[in-house]
């Protein structure tokens, strides 16, 4: 018996551009995903009889529709021995917040039983079955903060200065098919360079959509604004964020969160622990 834990991490997307709609429906875009040191945790103890367990359940998600047991499931022709696995979650991050919990999980998966199976797929093979479960699972098998283009899969490695960030999420779910198929988005935005949005920044073509029908996440931006006028939403919601310099900052602002607004502080990372694990190509 074997077992790994590992932390599954949230992300960000400091700016989101959608420079246009490709025939097959999906969106091409610019981003730069920034990965966190929180989220959910992990943890696969290998069994030899074959047999899968996850605990706890997801409510209102069946089993094989969860993405870890999709993700499983994605392996196992690649497995060297008919080896099952136990997994356990600790689940922090919101579903349908726009931070990455179920397309980490998605990829934490991949990774740790490519490991613990001895499957032999490379960090190229495990990223292309990752793009099959969702457009954010290869940012988080490469394990590094990104710049994407594409759907998302098409990554460049970046080093950003540390930052510490709060993320409060909004009473409500977002769901990403419905505003990525709105006749009211955004999908012409030029594309830019790297050194463009390092010194201008950028912003998120999916947020003046979500504020305007989701009145909980322009509360909340209205409400994080007053500490950063730079305060944006991530992905397609719900969730909003604020950087900043300091730690202290950071939890200065959280502890004047209304009761109605959860949120975390977490500093930003240039890699995940799930780096130490992944294949060479």
Not at 20 to 41: C, I, K, M, V
């Amino acid at each position: 018996m074997t077992s790994l834990t590992l932390l599954s991490p949230a992300k960000l997307n400091l700016f989101l551009h959608i420079t246009g709609r490709r025939p097959d429906g999906y969106h091409n875009l610019q981003t730069l995903f920034q990965l966190l040191d929180y989220g959910d945790t992990l943890t696969f103890t290998t069994r030899s009889d074959g047999q899968i367990t996850l605990a706890p359940e997801l409510p209102g998600v069946g089993f094989e529709q969860n993405l870890i047991i999709k993700a499983m499931r994605a392996l196992e022709p690649y497995k060297a021995s008919a080896a099952g696995v136990d997994i356990q979650l600790e689940k922090r991050l919101p579903m349908g917040g726009g931070i990455g919990g179920g397309s980490s999980n998605a990829a934490t998966t991949l990774v740790a039983l490519n490991h613990l199976w001895g499957c032999g797929l490379s960090k190229n093979q495990l990223q292309m079955i990752g793009l099959q479960l969702g457009a954010d699972v290869p940012v988080f098998i490469n394990a590094q903060t990104a710049w994407a283009e594409g759907v998302g899969e098409a990554l460049e490695a970046i080093k950003m200065s540390p930052k510490w960030f709060l993320v409060i999420q909004p009473d409500c779910h977002v769901s990403t098919a419905e505003i990525f198929s709105n006749k009211d988005l955004t999908r012409d935005t030029s594309a830019i360079k790297v050194a463009a949005f390092l010194e201008r920044g950028g912003k998120n073509d999916c947020e003046a959509l979500v504020r305007k029908l989701y009145p909980q996440v322009d509360n909340a931006l209205i409400w994080l604004q007053k500490f950063d006028r730079n305060a944006r939403m991530t992905g397609t919601g719900a969730c909003v964020f604020a950087s900043f310099e300091s730690v202290e900052e950071a939890l200065k602002v959280q502890a004047k969160l209304p009761n109605n607004l959860p949120g975390f502080v977490a500093q930003g990372v240039n890699q995940s622990p799930l780096y130490n694990f992944l294949p060479s190509d």
